[in-house]
């Protein structure tokens, strides 16, 4: 058997059983996502393992200089700011489990400034982009009909990809135009999709779905040939090779059509609320990043466009040209 250590993937990261009965609470009573509590147990397994190397276990009362060190071993390993700043937050939360079950009295980290995470503005695609990718033509294979209405749906709707490979037959309203998304935290929310994806879900469940089926049954929506649901990698591999047949030269994630979908509709003049709850976001300046995206656009365009942004260019130029 291998060492834990040596273990990269989250399910062969042997915890101690209280690490595990925490992990358990997060899942059953907070409800967070799956990728948010396997980033967790990645992030305790860390901790838990430098406490090793020291003599300590993850349950004992440790000292705030020895966090500070874990800290700063992490710094020398190059870990990215906002690596370190989720870590810190999984730690916040495990010592607040241990001080509430009485195991420990203070939390070392109580006098601990939070780390800030660097403001990053999205990765978006502009609407010719998106407008290439989603009318790419259509091959003579099956599953190229499947991906275009993938990509059409996951726009529409702004969805995250493991919502939209996790959508079942169930969540979908082609007559109301609509799917009820089940997103992170257990939380569900209902979003429009539009008539262009309704009518392209219609011919799909009617005519390419069974095809892929042969006569077997499944509840999820979109399927393989194998008649079984799609991975997000895998999505993400059919998403790059659509975009380079669209002429989209840079790089590109699923979630960029997330993003895209919240951008250009605030570009068209939604109300940021109304934005939130298509999107799903708990906290309403998780959504007021986009307001960046749009506001730097603005700039843009005021910095090339604004008369007396010309007039000074046109006065540059016109010097310019004297001193040649």
Not at 75 to 99: C, D, H, N, P
Not at 203 to 219: A, F, N
Not at 266 to 274: K, P, Q, S, W, Y
Request: net charge positive; with cysteine; proline share 4%.
């Amino acid at each position: 058997m291998r060492h834990p250590t040596a273990m990269a993937e989250p399910t062969a990261l042997f915890l101690d059983p209280l690490l595990e009965r925490y992990l358990s609470e997060l899942r059953i009573e907070g409800g967070l996502a799956t990728n948010t509590l396997e980033s967790y147990r990645r992030d305790l397994f860390r901790l838990q393992r430098y406490l090793r190397q020291h003599q300590l276990s993850i349950g004992d009362s440790v000292p705030p200089h020895t966090i500070r060190s874990f800290l700063a071993s992490l710094k020398q390993e190059a870990l990215a700011t906002s690596s370190i700043a989720r870590l810190l937050s999984a730690m916040r939360g495990w010592y607040r489990f241990l001080v509430r079950e009485n195991l420990v009295e203070t939390s070392p980290l109580r006098d601990m400034t939070t780390v800030r995470r660097p403001v990053r503005l999205p990765k978006t695609l502009t609407l010719q982009e998106v407008t290439a990718l989603l009318e790419l033509p259509v091959r003579d294979r099956v599953e190229d009909h499947r991906d275009r209405v993938m990509l059409e749906l996951l726009y529409a709707a702004g969805l995250r990809v493991s919502e939209l490979v996790g959508l079942s037959l169930s969540q979908i309203d082609v007559n109301l135009g609509c799917v009820r998304v089940v997103g992170k935290g257990a939380k569900e929310r209902v979003v429009p999709i539009g008539q262009t994806a309704c009518k392209m879900l219609v011919d799909y469940l009617e005519q390419v779905r069974p095809t892929l089926l042969k006569g077997r049954s499944s509840r999820v929506l979109f399927i393989s040939r194998r008649g079984r649901g799609l991975t997000r990698q895998a999505f993400w591999k059919l998403l790059l090779q659509r975009a380079r047949r669209a002429g989209i030269s840079k790089p590109i994630s699923p979630h960029m059509l997330r993003h895209s979908f919240a951008t250009h509709l605030l570009e068209g003049g939604a109300d940021l609320r109304v934005v939130q709850s298509m999107l799903g976001h708990a906290d309403i300046a998780t959504t007021q990043i986009y307001t960046h995206v749009e506001g730097s656009r603005l700039r843009h365009v005021h910095r090339r466009y604004f008369p007396r942004q010309l007039g000074r260019r046109r006065i540059r130029a016109e010097n310019s040209m004297k001193r040649s």
